[in-house]
């Protein structure tokens, strides 16, 4: 018997069609309008379709998130094989992500969606829909834990990043996890599980804006950000994680009040810990008490740093910067 496979439908451009009365498309398709159109799904899997929501994927926050882990949850704890999310592109990278630091069991979580809308010659949503079928039933896609399946790549949901506007190859992460063949999953690399959170149940969201400085920008938002509330600050900064010395002050005053956080604005490569010296290079920034994001770009480690204090242990972001491969012999097992 084919395995269960639960599709989890939160709307975007795979679920687009023509509004009427206005220009252009909106999300109005259902789950069950997605598995209609793609007949080869019954080949991979039993396909049970519902939807949480039916929203351009900007409308997506947290709260949905967390009832969509519980959803994952419920349908791991039900026997399903696999479970795949379909929204909108734009914030695939931070649902994945999130869903990720969710997800503690072995059942495939991926989610995918679509560039181009159902309406366009060359619609991108059925042939990405039947792939993230395909690994959600797959006994090697166990234990990788959230992954995106788009444009025949499988990316891993703790590294992929949405790198163009308007590209069905959109989707990008250093190192993919594998890529469809002939239909199926072909992996080549299997990264361990990282660390995850509880997340207590209508915990607040704190508020922690990312800041973005630029040539000749004055550090006039960070006082700003923790006049309105800021539980913490994250930083999108030059190069290894570099600013310029104007920021010095409010950033170091920052730190003592409020977790601070800097990243890198290049999105590729791991942020500097140990090579300039200079004024508001990054060994200044670590020396002033602000905390360098490893791996992650902005947009993952605020979303780690909200989650870190949601928990209240914001001390915990050091356990999610290292993406990388432990070494078995130097490394402690990862606190769940």
Not at 132 to 157: E, K, N, S, T
Not at 230 to 256: E, Q, T
Request: proline fraction near 10%; charge should be negative.
């Amino acid at each position: 018997m084919n395995p269960r496979v639960e599709i989890i439908a939160l709307g975007g451009t795979i679920a687009c069609a023509p509004d009427a009365g206005a220009a252009g498309v909106a999300p109005g398709l259902t789950g069950a309008d997605l598995v209609a159109a793609v007949p080869q799904l019954d080949a991979l899997a039993r396909i049970g379709a519902r939807n949480l929501s039916n929203l351009p994927s900007t409308e997506i926050g947290l709260p949905l998130v967390f009832d969509l882990a519980a959803a994952i949850r419920a349908q791991e704890d039900g026997g399903a094989a696999g479970v795949v999310v379909t929204q909108g592109t734009d914030t695939i990278e931070e649902t994945a992500f999130v869903l990720n630091l969710l997800h503690r069991g072995p059942m495939p979580v991926v989610v995918t969606g679509a560039m181009r809308n159902p309406f366009l010659p060359g619609a991108d949503g059925p042939a990405n829909l039947l792939a993230a079928v395909a690994c959600a039933a797959a006994p090697q896609c166990r234990d990788l834990g959230v992954i995106v399946a788009f444009d025949d790549v499988i990316h891993p949901a703790a590294w992929v990043q949405k790198r163009d506007t308007a590209s069905t190859g959109a989707f990008w992460s250093p190192a993919p996890l594998g890529w469809m063949a002939e239909g199926r999953p072909a992996l080549y690399a299997r990264p361990p599980r990282g660390a995850t959170f509880d997340v207590p149940q209508d915990t607040a969201l704190p508020f922690v804006p990312i800041l973005k400085p630029g040539l000749s920008d004055p550090p006039l938002l960070v006082d700003a950000c923790l006049d309105a509330g800021a539980a913490g600050l994250v930083l999108d900064l030059a190069g290894g994680g570099h600013v310029h010395s104007s920021w010095l002050d409010p950033l170091a005053a920052a730190a003592r009040r409020v977790p601070v956080v800097f990243s890198s604005r290049t999105r590729g490569g791991r942020v500097l810990s140990r090579t300039y010296g200079q004024v508001g290079g990054e060994i200044d920034l670590l020396d002033r008490g602000l905390q360098g994001s490893g791996d992650l770009d902005a947009l993952k480690a605020r979303l780690v740093l909200m989650l870190a204090l949601m928990t209240g242990a914001p001390d915990r972001l050091g356990d999610f910067t290292d993406l990388s491969c432990p070494d078995p012999e130097t490394t402690p097992p990862r606190r769940p």
